[in-house]
């Protein structure tokens, strides 16, 4: 049966920029919702200090939970080698972080969409950089995962990798134990893809996946698209919604990842309108999860 996480989605600035909210405050909230693991982000400004690894991991299991997954943001498709070897330099760092949290998964990413790169050589450039990473990911047994991500909170474009044919052409390129998938069906849809026919194409691949609901507050993805480049971070237009609430069909979602087998993390990124909103998607994909996964008696 696959187990839930939560992400902090709605504390990234105070976490991350304005240190207006203390990783301890985070866990105080998440470890009393009904999860199994809470999703971690290497950019926690209090993650600077590796001293806190260990006191922070201690706090989640000392509540009966795990940190599984690792999200952090490496941009592998910048034209200079120097920088990519640095990005290089700080996902293996990550790797590390997630050892020591005792998690499983670290996120990858392929890098920004910058205008002046073709897509062969996108692919080539994250793919190269992803390979780099993975001996030292085996070494501690920790398992990359490519999100089909739409743009971290602090870059100035949205990933490169964002639409389907370019995120299949990069998974294909890559073939090793220690690397998958991470789905999320909410970004397909900003990509202007259908998430169904996204996981159909990765589903043998996708060992975690990302739970949540877009909407636009007004306007169009035509709107947004013409605003992605050169603003950092989303755009003002785009929420997070309550899961269940939104586009996506969970049903149809859990029906594809049951049939392939999956039984891995389901992270939640929810909760920007209150932990209220958090408690009800936790709830809405724990009875689906029950549902397609009934436990054996």
């Given at each position: 049966?696959?187990?839930?996480?939560?992400?902090?989605?709605?504390?990234?600035?105070?976490l991350?920029?304005?240190?207006?909210?203390?990783?301890?405050?985070?866990?105080?909230?998440?470890?009393?919702?009904?999860?199994?693991?809470?999703?971690?982000?290497?950019?926690?400004?209090?993650?600077?200090?590796?001293?806190?690894?260990?006191?922070?991991?201690k706090?989640?299991?000392?509540?009966?939970?795990?940190?599984?997954?690792?999200?952090?943001s490496?941009?592998?498709?910048?034209?200079?080698?120097?920088?990519?070897?640095?990005?290089?330099?700080?996902?293996k760092?990550?790797?590390?972080?997630?050892?020591?949290?005792?998690?499983?998964?670290?996120?990858?990413?392929?890098?920004q969409?910058?205008?002046?790169?073709?897509?062969?050589?996108?692919?080539?450039?994250?793919?190269?950089?992803?390979?780099?990473?993975?001996?030292?990911?085996?070494?501690?047994?920790?398992t990359?995962?490519?999100?089909?991500?739409?743009?971290?909170?602090?870059?100035?474009?949205?990933?490169?990798?964002?639409?389907?044919?370019?995120?299949?052409?990069?998974?294909?390129?890559?073939?090793?134990?220690?690397?998958?998938?991470?789905?999320d069906?909410?970004?397909?849809?900003?990509?202007?893809?259908?998430?169904?026919?996204?996981?159909?194409?990765?589903?043998?691949?996708?060992?975690?996946?990302?739970?949540?609901?877009?909407?636009?507050?007004?306007g169009?993805?035509?709107?947004?698209?013409?605003?992605?480049?050169?603003?950092?971070?989303?755009?003002?237009?785009?929420?997070?919604?309550?899961?269940?609430?939104?586009?996506n069909?969970?049903?149809?979602?859990?029906?594809?990842?049951?049939?392939?087998?999956?039984?891995?993390?389901?992270?939640?990124?929810d909760?920007?309108?209150?932990?209220?909103?958090?408690?009800?998607?936790?709830?809405?994909?724990?009875?689906?999860?029950?549902?397609?996964?009934?436990?054996?008696?």
């Amino acid at each position: 049966m696959p187990k839930l996480a939560v992400f902090p989605k709605a504390y990234m600035t105070a976490l991350c920029k304005d240190g207006t909210m203390q990783v301890s405050d985070w866990i105080k909230l998440a470890v009393k919702l009904d999860v199994d693991g809470l999703e971690w982000y290497a950019g926690f400004l209090e993650m600077a200090n590796e001293t806190n690894w260990s006191r922070f991991r201690k706090e989640v299991e000392d509540n009966g939970k795990v940190i599984p997954m690792m999200c952090c943001s490496p941009d592998f498709t910048h034209p200079d080698k120097v920088f990519r070897d640095k990005e290089i330099a700080k996902q293996k760092k990550w790797i590390d972080m997630t050892y020591s949290l005792g998690g499983s998964y670290c996120r990858v990413l392929s890098g920004q969409r910058r205008p002046e790169l073709s897509i062969d050589e996108g692919v080539k450039l994250a793919a190269e950089c992803i390979e780099t990473c993975l001996p030292h990911a085996q070494d501690k047994n920790i398992t990359l995962i490519l999100e089909n991500h739409y743009k971290d909170d602090f870059w100035e474009y949205p990933e490169f990798a964002q639409k389907i044919d370019v995120f299949c052409m990069l998974v294909a390129s890559i073939n090793h134990s220690h690397f998958g998938v991470n789905y999320d069906p909410s970004n397909a849809y900003l990509a202007g893809d259908d998430p169904l026919q996204l996981l159909r194409n990765v589903a043998d691949r996708v060992v975690t996946m990302h739970a949540s609901d877009r909407y636009l507050i007004e306007g169009t993805l035509e709107d947004l698209r013409k605003e992605e480049g050169g603003v950092a971070g989303y755009v003002k237009r785009l929420r997070h919604g309550e899961v269940g609430k939104g586009l996506n069909d969970y049903d149809a979602i859990f029906t594809q990842l049951k049939k392939v087998g999956f039984n891995g993390w389901i992270s939640i990124e929810d909760g920007v309108d209150g932990m209220p909103q958090l408690e009800r998607s936790v709830k809405f994909l724990r009875n689906k999860i029950r549902q397609y996964w009934p436990e054996k008696l």
